[in-house]
């Protein structure tokens, strides 16, 4: 079966950069796409089919995929960012999410 | 807007079967595939499974394959789970989410889920 690894946990300061990996094998032959989750709430998406922002989502949430490693770049990251972050892609007929990566913002 | 509503979790003892419903609203419901995703208590989101948007392709996560089945009605603008020999680890917020018209793409809009709680 197909893997994506994320780091448990990212911390960020206020207004600056915050990069999220998600790791698969040969993952830029896939799209890959990115949920946020705060607690309590249902996911919403922030990134679809690598790069694209759906309608809503703020400017400062870019997404890259290059080799193994899929990057989310929250920049000038606010409080309000703080939140479980997923990396989904599909391999063959099955979606596969990564673990899922705590942002905190302090 | 787009809305989904989900309903029919409850709690069941292993063994037992539920069915799931997912009440859609706001767009061409023919349009569409749909899917189920799941979280466990305290856990990671896991896709469960994908109807097409003409109901004709099914794909399921190899942890459900052959106790679970997805399926559409059109005139109700509807989803559904069918979950059979529910297992402790079948456990989870189970969510209805809005794909493409394609099967593989993004889950574009979600419900707020309907809890599934498998206990002796």
């Known amino acids: 079966s197909y893997d994506l690894t994320q780091p448990p946990t990212v911390s960020v300061s206020p207004g600056q950069t915050a990069s999220i990996t998600c790791s698969g094998d040969?993952?830029?032959?896939?799209?890959v796409y990115w949920y946020q989750q705060k607690p309590g709430q249902s996911p919403v998406l922030v990134i679809y089919?690598?790069?694209k922002r759906p309608s809503g989502i703020p400017e400062r949430f870019s997404g890259s995929n290059s080799g193994n490693t899929a990057t989310l770049t929250i920049s000038g990251t606010q409080s309000m960012d703080e939140a479980d972050y997923y990396c989904?892609?599909?391999?063959?007929?099955?979606?596969?999410f990564g673990g899922g990566t705590k942002l905190t913002v302090l | 807007q787009v809305q989904l509503v989900e309903s029919g979790g409850g709690v069941v003892q292993p063994g037992s079967s539920l069915r799931l419903s997912c009440e859609a609203s706001?767009?061409?419901?023919?349009?569409?595939?749909l899917h189920w995703v799941r979280q466990a208590p305290g856990k990671g989101l896991q896709w469960v499974a994908v109807?097409?948007?003409?109901?004709?392709?099914?794909f399921y996560t190899d942890s459900v394959k052959g106790r679970f089945t997805i399926s559409r009605d059109i005139s109700k603008n509807t989803l559904f789970l069918q979950m059979d020999s529910l297992r402790p680890e079948d456990t989870a917020l189970y969510y209805c989410?809005?794909?493409?018209?394609?099967?593989?793409?993004?889950?574009?809009?979600w419900g707020q889920g309907t809890l599934v709680t498998v206990s002796s």
């Open positions: 989410a809005r794909g493409g018209r394609s099967w593989n793409t993004e889950f574009d809009s």
């Open positions: 706001g767009f061409t419901f023919s349009r569409h595939s």
């Open positions: 109807i097409s948007f003409d109901g004709n392709n099914k």
């Open positions: 040969n993952l830029e032959d896939k799209y």
């Open positions: 089919v690598d790069t």
């Open positions: 989904q892609a599909w391999d063959s007929s099955t979606s596969v």
